[in-house]
């Protein structure tokens, strides 16, 4: 099979799954979630690393080097702040 | 190895859904984010040891600035700003995407491979897509950290141009697949989408903000799944599209809530221009409004079985949620039962209030949704409005030509007596009078909402 074509069944089963996992979350939880998934998105921290890394050129180099810090921030500070509020709801009195 | 790289990756997409079905509870969405992070780091690691790396120097120095950029943000930001901090957070993910898709196509171009068509045409969408999240997110932090004002800018002619502007975006993609080897198409394209992504977030309101932060995270997802066409990486088409999915579900609810069409919140400008209906303030008002003192209110708040507490980002502005719970503390001990009912849009973004009066330590428990709240409001004693306006405002059930004419309201006026804490009979973010301050059933406390929960305490102490 032509691998778009996987790639654009993949994309339509993980919208699937999302819409299934995502309407599960009670509306107290919705800034937490939206941080978390903000999260997730930095996942293109994978394409970042390796345009980095394998320097075909200084500008694919700089390209990626950017892409990783902003990637990077999104990770980090999405996962932290998220983390961060699931706490205070946790708490316990 | 490639095998086992990719079978990693699948990992860190499970455990992203596992990560995000935690979150259906606040038991378990600590240990979800954990799992998300955790699948997160498996990809960053099983990426590390792709052989194609020759120097590490760059990414190190990458991972090292972002994270202490990331950590400092997430660590530093009140509250009350994390519709700011997500804001910008969205960008940075649209940016990320936009470069890394920027990036392989010059890549891909350099070894001469000759790029297949739907390659280009994910390195167009994600170009697209992360130019206007970036900028459009960009604007969203501005208005909402108040460096440029939050009111809607419009001009004569801005959705002709905004039209222009996606037809040249689109002009600039097809480029991108007709003549891939001149990769300035691509700059120009993101070029473009920087100039949309500004004008088509400069005409929203702030009080419509909650749906342009939605739905720029789900943008960021949407740029992050494209890069995953463009690297052909499922890992990114599934990560992103579970983001896309979900800035999707919360852009509809902000939009229900508020009962607008997503293309009247986007092209709507609501709140540029002051009804016509404000006019009318003194006829609603004139003669009706009883203004009451803490001490009148406290000997209300005496005998009350049932006290429901409406915040709205007023609370949060004027810092008053400590002292509300220790209000709520002290009519629980007098034997009340004390719960709050949040509406969907009360803060400035989906969820806020919630986090709001987490930090608190107010009990989940005790935060209830608009329609469980509704529900007990005929049977509640007392109904405390603070910092809240348009969304208890009975006119959105009465009047079908009111500009919040059938969004769904919080119905406080059927409570025994309604207590509301505002500094003065000013309208909220929809410009019109609150037929609720003149109701027979309602004292209105004139005061900031910080100052007024303290004069409640002690006249409640006092009793």
Redesign the interface.
Known sequence: MD??V??VT??VL??F???E?????????????????????????????????????T???I??????????????????????????????? | MSALINLA?LL?AAL??F???G?????T??R???L??TG?LI??VV??L?R?????K??V???V???A???V???K?R?TA?PQ??AL??G??G???A??????L??TM??QQGA?V?MLVATGASGLIGGVTFWGSLVAFAKLEEIVSGAPVLFKGQHLLNGVLLAAALVACGLIVYEPANTNWYWILVAIASVLGVLVTIPIGGADMPVV??LL?SY??L???A?????????????????????I??TA?MCKAMNRSLANVLFGGVGAVAPSAAASADAVYAGKIKAASAEEIAMVLENARRVVIVPGYGLAVSQAQHSLRQLADLLEARGAEVVYG?H?VA?R????M??LL??A?V??EK?L?MEQVNALLPQTDVAIVIGANDVVNPVARTDPNSPIAGMPIIDVDKAHTVVVVKRSLSPGFAGIPNPLFAADNTLMFFSDGKKAVGDLIQAVKEL
């Open positions: 691998t778009v996987v790639s993949i994309f993980a919208i799954v999302g819409f996992v995502i309407t599960k979350v009670p509306p107290t939880l919705h800034t937490p979630l939206m941080s978390g998934s903000n999260a997730i998105s930095g996942i293109t921290i994978v394409g970042a690393l390796l345009s980095a890394g394998t320097q075909h050129t500008l694919t180099t390209l990626g080097f950017a892409a990783v810090v902003f990637a990077m921030i999104n990770v980090v500070g999405g996962f932290l702040v998220t983390d961060r509020m699931l706490k205070m709801f946790r708490r316990k009195h | 990756y860190s992203f859904i990560g995000l079905k979150l259906s509870h606040p038991r969405a600590v979800g984010n954990l998300g992070a997160m990809a960053i990426t590390l792709n194609q790396i020759i120097d590490y760059l990414i120095a990458g991972l600035v972002g994270s950029i990331g950590a943000l997430a660590l930001v509250m994390m901090m997500v957070l969205n940075f993910g940016a990320a995407s470069l890394v898709a920027g990036a392989a010059v890549e350099l070894a297949p739907d932060i939605s995270n960021s997802g740029a992050a799944a890069t995953g066409f463009v690297l052909t990486n499922n890992m990114l088409i599934i990560a992103g599209s579970l983001v896309g999915a979900s800035g579900i919360l609810i949040i969907p803060g973004m989906p969820g806020h919630n986090v987490a930090e330590e009990p989940y935060l949704e």
